[in-house]
């Protein structure tokens, strides 16, 4: 994986602000049109991450893009280009294409590795990365570096069994490692309340011995803030922290799934006030670092950006079945 | 040459693997001060300190997620489950995970980790100290499974498995860890996966097998040699790659095949080799293909004279060898 050194300082500069923004409005509409892509019959699958995008956004730039791990689940696309990945290489996934970077499209969209950016997304079954993210960290510790791995997940992962031994491992060694729970409420269709009964999953962190904030996960400041000291206490040998990012999802599960079923639009309404791209947009028009003119610009060319990437992805090959074999053994 | 016991020859390949690469760890429950429960680990950790011999809680989930997790950031772990009848936790990481590592990231990353359990019975060990569990490992692509018999094998194998770019199932039969004594060299040595061996030469019948069955085979054939019928006995080592190329020789040689194996016999290792067998060297065969494998009950029982009635034995095998012979 690759292994280059470039230490965030803790602090948001306006152009830091100005830059998330960017990522956040390209995230926005590339997501917009993968679920459009996917209505057209073209992508068989999404899972959208609208609402999430100020909590991954906000935690990638509290870590060293290049540097620090990234063990990611499915709803993770904003970590996924706040780290540096194009929209013409996230649609090549979504259409199942040649050049897919991550796993030459054998897997789902966004699933796979990219050492450059020191991704890693193998599974579909939740938590299950949860114990290899530990792995990763146990192996920073063990080489003496000071990478730090962060693991995302959501609040249904955070009931499984290995969520748990994970955790229970990581403070035991005090691993460089951030348990990151994105609690959208939902663990597909059923609500927190019936996944758990208790208020809150940073509460868990106690039977760990280890920090467990809750924070608002549509405010990207106070996620980057939190994101931020949890690296610096794994950085300095004082183990894991668990971060639980209370944020929105503004879709179905994925494109097969009908949240109508089990979900009000009196309810949809609620969670669409804290947009988090809405907050971030007021923020900084308030503050004077975006005006009409520059969002203008923005919107333009993340439209722009997707609507090439959206060419490339549908004019691709599909993979050679010549690859089939390929990569199951060294040799 | 150094004779040595099965035990010895597993914690001498560790050892030596510990001291040749530093990226090598070992973690497993009780492995530590305590030395595994079979002393497969015996002063590794005052050797080679608590960072790299990690006692684990009692999670085998977590201690093959956990290897994982450092085998795909350049780490080299061997994971120890204390008994082969915990692995069921750890299937979804080993089978749904490890196995795909390379495949699902189209080669971007890879596992390069060993999985260690003890399996077996004869050892009074019940419905869950005694269970066979390589049919499910040796099914999947993306793994590679090995179940050595002799010290010599298991010490060459078991070096070649840490060594391997890919998740390996090393599989060790309790009952031999103290029972089998054999040469081994002195000087450095590997045996490569996947390569069966030819444990001893003959011509009227072939009988392949593995583990523990190895050993109770040779006697069948000893005792049947003094009645003038020659077995050659195939030791496939390997689980997966299986090395067919060994097997289809012999037969064609013998025209008389019997497997034999402690697991149960249904969708077992043995009706692979049966098949096969049928496809390539059908008009080879003056016989049925035999398989002589453990009953279709869900485990081993405790009480002496039932675990008796699961187990594979000599007497057993000399009674199939002479049916299959006089076919």
Known sequence: ?331 | MTILTVIEAVRDAMREEMVRDNNVLIMGEDIGSRGGVFLATDGFQKEFGEERIIDTPLAESSIVGIALGAAMSGMRPIAEIEFADFIWPTINQVVGEAARVRYGTNGKLHAPMVLRAPQGGGVRGGLYHSQSVEAIFAHTPGLKVVAPATPFDAKGLLKSAIRDDDPVIFLEHKRTYRLVRGEVPDQEFTIPIGKGDVKRQGSDITVVTYGLMVHHCIEAATDLASDGISVEIIDLRSLRPIDFDLILASVKKTGKILIVHEDNKILGVGAEIAALVSEKAFEYLDGPVMRLAGPEVPAMPFSPPLEEMYMVNSDKILSSIKQLITY
């Open chain 1, 1 to 331: 994986m690759a292994r280059k050194s470039k230490p965030s300082n803790g602090l948001l500069t306006d152009a830091d602000l100005k830059s998330m923004y960017e990522e956040m409005v390209l995230c926005r509409k590339l997501d917009e049109r993968l679920w459009m892509l996917n209505r057209q019959g073209k992508a068989a699958i999404v899972a959208s991450s609208q609402g999430h995008e100020a909590g991954q956004i906000g935690s990638v730039h509290a870590l060293n893009k290049g540097y620090d791990t990234f063990y990611i689940y499915y709803r993770d696309l904003a970590v996924m280009l706040s780290l540096g990945m194009t929209p013409t290489e996230i649609i090549r996934g979504f259409l199942a294409k040649e050049g897919e970077p991550l796993s030459g499209a054998r897997q789902f969209p966004t699933h796979g590795a990219y050492p450059e950016y020191n991704i890693v997304n193998l599974s579909n079954v939740v938590a299950t990365h949860l114990p290899q993210a530990v792995g990763a960290a146990l192996a920073a510790k063990m080489k003496g570096e000071q990478n730090v791995t962060i693991v995302y997940f959501g609040d249904g992962a955070s009931s499984a069994g290995d969520c748990h031994e994970a955790m229970n491992f990581a403070s035991i060694h005090q691993l460089p490692i951030i348990f990151f729970c994105e609690n959208n409420n939902y663990a597909i269709s059923v609500p927190m309340e019936k996944q758990m009964a208790i208020d809150s999953v940073s509460s868990r962190a106690e039977g760990y011995g280890i920090p467990g904030v809750e924070i608002d996960g549509c405010d990207i400041i106070s996620v980057h803030r939190a994101t931020f000291e949890a690296a610096q206490r794994a950085r300095s040998g004082k183990g894991p922290s668990l971060i639980e990012a209370r944020v929105e999802r503004y879709l179905p599960h994925t494109s097969d799934d009908d949240d109508s079923l089990y979900r009000t639009e009196k309810e949809l309404e609620k969670a669409r006030e804290r947009d988090p791209l809405k907050i971030l947009r007021a923020l900084l028009f308030s503050s004077g670092i975006l005006d009409e003119t520059v969002d203008g610009h923005i919107q333009r060319n993340a439209r722009e950006a997707v609507d090439n990437a959206t060419e490339i992805g549908e004019q691709a090959s599909f993979p050679s079945s010549d690859t089939f074999y390929e990569h199951i053994y060294a040799n």
